[in-house]
């Protein structure tokens, strides 16, 4: 590999620009080439990130010899036929969450980037970000004794449109893949696999869902309240309990304003301290693979899987079908 880890990113619609951005301020990284369906909308963003090359099309960026890395930054109902698009053309890939539409799609792309050998990651960042590191380390080190439970939440309000991405099946709509994959994701950084989960929620009128609650019991009597709602906004981010204290993680779990540690001694308060939107740890795990190994640790993609596995669970209690789960 040259000694830039040399990005093509694409689609080129909102998180493209985003952590396109982010690539090309992090050492060791540029944006080397971007495609989109759009001429003119890849040589705009290619123009932005001041990316050599641009592309009217994913093949051609997915052909591109001289891309190490391929960033899938389309709308989630696309992911799986993107991801194989780019690994079947030799390229690794960084896929945006959700991975894909549910585990079975999972399963096939993670099948295809192993027979290659090639790398492939969830482009969960939450599970980089330093104080959610922290809180798990924290967590892990039996400080706040034995664990009980955990509650972790994502919300945002979106305007109801039959047409957004949010609302329509077709493109993975609903609060669960789009929000709710990052507390069900943080929740398993803590308890891992549920033993059985419950599921309640409600549906827009296209059937998507507009909010979920859901709870994750073990058998051995821990559990989690996880929940998601694009109807509106709710301050709580997330919480770990432990038989000697807790942690409170602040602002948003998907990138924390601060962590909260309260133990027998008080509480120590943490704050962040990560530069720009909070990508920088993804794009360097991503550079780091690429030198080093084909999977992330910290991102394993039988991890990506299994929560699909239970995302899939929780969306057949709420009557939540995609088109893709009947294929
Ligand atoms: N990591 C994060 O913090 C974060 C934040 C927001 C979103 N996301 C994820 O990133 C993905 C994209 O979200 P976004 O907000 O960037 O969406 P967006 O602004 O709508 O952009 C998505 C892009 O996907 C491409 N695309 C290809 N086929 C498409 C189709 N059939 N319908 C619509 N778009 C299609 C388009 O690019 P071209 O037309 O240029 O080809 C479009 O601009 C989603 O999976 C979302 O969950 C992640």
């Known amino acids: 590999m040259a000694d830039l880890v040399r990005w093509g990113i694409l689609g080129a619609g909102g998180i493209a620009g985003t952590v396109g951005a982010e690539i090309a301020a992090t050492p060791g990284n540029e944006v080397a080439a971007v495609g989109s369906r759009d001429a003119d909308r890849a040589a705009a963003l290619a123009g932005r990130l001041a990316a050599p090359r641009c592309y009217g099309s994913y093949a051609e960026l997915a052909a591109d010899p001289d891309v190490d890395v391929v960033y899938v930054a389309t709308t989630h109902g696309q992911h799986h036929e993107h991801a194989l698009l ?18 079975r799609q999972a399963r096939e792309v993670v099948a295809e980037a192993r027979s290659r050998r090639l790398f492939c990651m969830e482009a969960m960042w939450m599970r980089l970000n330093p104080l959610v590191r922290t809180a798990r380390a924290v967590a892990e080190s039996g400080r706040i004794g034995e664990l009980i439970s955990v509650r972790a939440d994502l919300s945002a309000r979106f305007e109801y449109d039959p047409e957004h991405r949010l609302y329509d099946l077709a493109a993975g709509g609903g609060a669960l893949l789009d929000l709710g994959i990052y507390p069900a994701t943080f929740t398993w950084l803590f308890l891992g696999r549920p033993d059985s989960v419950q599921a309640v929620g409600s549906l827009s009128p296209t059937g998507s869902d507009a909010s979920v609650a859901v709870q994750w019991l073990y058998h051995d009597g821990r559990f989690a309240q996880i929940a998601s709602t694009t109807l509106g906004q709710n301050p709580l981010a997330g919480l770990i309990a432990g038989t000697e204290g807790w942690i409170s993680v602040n602002g948003r779990v998907s990138r924390p304003t601060s962590i909260t540690i309260h133990d027998t001694t008080g509480d120590e308060v943490l704050p962040d301290t990560l530069p720009g939107r909070g990508y920088g740890p993804e794009v360097a795990e991503v550079e780091r693979c690429l030198r080093a190994e084909l999977e992330s640790p910290l991102v394993p993609l039988d991890e990506t899987v299994a929560i ?4 899939d669970g929780v969306r057949a209690q709420l009557g939540v079908h995609y088109p893709a789960d009947f294929q």
């Not at 699909?308 to 995302?311: G, K, P, Q």
């Open 308 to 311: 699909l596995e239970v995302l």
């Open 86 to 103: 780019a690994l079947r053309a030799g390229r690794p890939v960084l896929v945006e969450k959700a991975f894909t539409l549910n585990a």
